[in-house]
């Protein structure tokens, strides 16, 4: 009686969560748009937003707040609403296919090789096309590893896992070549590398549009996922095709991190701590778990980039740290737990 009670008490939080997470992120866009070098009351925000959606008076768009919250502070917000939800999304999908609860859109030499083609690109080219550099660097990356994880009867998602760390290795060891022989250029990488959405580019209704393409292919396979969840094994005599499944769910999270990466640089964690915040509390089912992580991803990497931006001694700092430092004692944390069993 005590567990179904429980059971009960979960559906019933859980009927609320979407709404409550939607509410919070909405809460989220409107503090942080006022949030800045110049703050700007919620109700301008709000009179601005109506403006350009038609609602009001457009003459506030051409004013100084309207011009500030448009063009500067809207771009960067949209950035890391996008950022967030795809980093969350993306590790949710790498912990259930590999089985590995320390497992997030890097594991994969995404990072990497992402890293690897900017540094190309910056030390080349002075910086032109590194937004292509950086994609086809991660995707480069991530058709090797799936081509190194392959068996004679299919891909191995263990495999696969120690493929990526592997050579996510080797292309780190080329990036260090490159910037020890080229130090000239060596402070750009680094900032680079460090994470930042200072910069969004005016490409970000593109990767906007890849995004949405990716996740859409993702969610299809939501139901495929919870049977992976239960094993290859399983999922297999259940029916699920797990080529087709490994290969959409790696193109697609490729396709949306190398997307997102080649804009923002490195921001990690995001994708290790969202997921196991939302699966603990919406439980593993994916149908929920992935459109709850993009929301709460959003919402967590919003809250990151306004920390910095809240104190002038900090704005300098690229938000990819502060999600590092925020992330990585989650990280021992759940080491610490997988290795004591609780």
Not at 60 to 71: C, K, R, S, V
Not at 184 to 207: E, R, T
């Amino acid at each position: 009686m005590k567990k179904w009670l429980m059971l009960i008490r979960r559906n019933q939080s859980q009927s609320w969560l979407p709404g409550i997470s939607l509410v919070v992120l909405l809460l989220t866009l409107l503090v942080t748009l006022t949030k800045g070098t110049a703050p700007i009351p919620p109700i301008d925000v709000i009179n601005v937003l109506l403006a350009k959606l038609g609602l009001t008076d457009s003459d506030i768009l051409a004013t100084p707040t309207g011009i500030i919250l448009w063009e500067i502070r809207w771009p960067r917000v949209a950035l890391a609403v996008l950022a967030g939800s795809t980093l969350a999304i993306s590790g949710a999908c790498y912990q259930t296919l590999f089985r590995n609860p320390l497992a997030d859109p890097f594991i994969l030499g995404v990072s990497s090789g992402a890293a690897l083609g900017a540094a190309v690109a910056i030390t080349f080219w002075q910086g032109a096309y590194l937004t292509l550099s950086a994609f086809v660097g991660s995707a480069v990356a991530v058709a090797v590893v799936y081509f190194l994880g392959r068996q004679d009867e299919g891909a191995d998602s263990q495999q696969i896992l120690l493929a990526g760390v592997a050579f996510g290795s080797m292309l780190s060891a080329l990036l260090s070549c490159i910037m020890a022989v080229f130090s000239q250029q060596i402070h750009l990488i680094v900032f680079w590398l460090m994470g930042s959405l200072a910069s969004p580019v005016q490409s970000l209704p593109a990767v906007a549009a890849v995004v949405c393409f990716g996740m859409a292919a993702i969610l299809f396979f939501a139901r495929d996922l919870d049977l992976v969840a239960l094993g290859e094994e399983t999922a297999h005599h259940l029916g699920v095709n797990l080529p087709l499944v490994r290969l959409v769910i790696l193109g697609a999270t490729t396709l949306i991190t190398g997307a997102v990466v080649s804009v923002t640089g490195i921001i990690g964690f995001i994708g290790l701590v969202v997921p196991h915040m939302v699966r603990n509390v919406a439980g593993p089912e994916h149908v929920r778990l992935l459109p709850l992580s993009a929301v709460w991803g959003a919402t967590l990497l919003l809250w990151a980039d306004s920390l910095t931006r809240m104190f002038t001694s900090l704005v300098s700092i690229p938000v990819g740290v502060v999600t590092a430092l925020f992330g990585g004692p989650f990280f021992l944390y759940i080491l610490y737990t997988s290795r004591t069993g609780r």
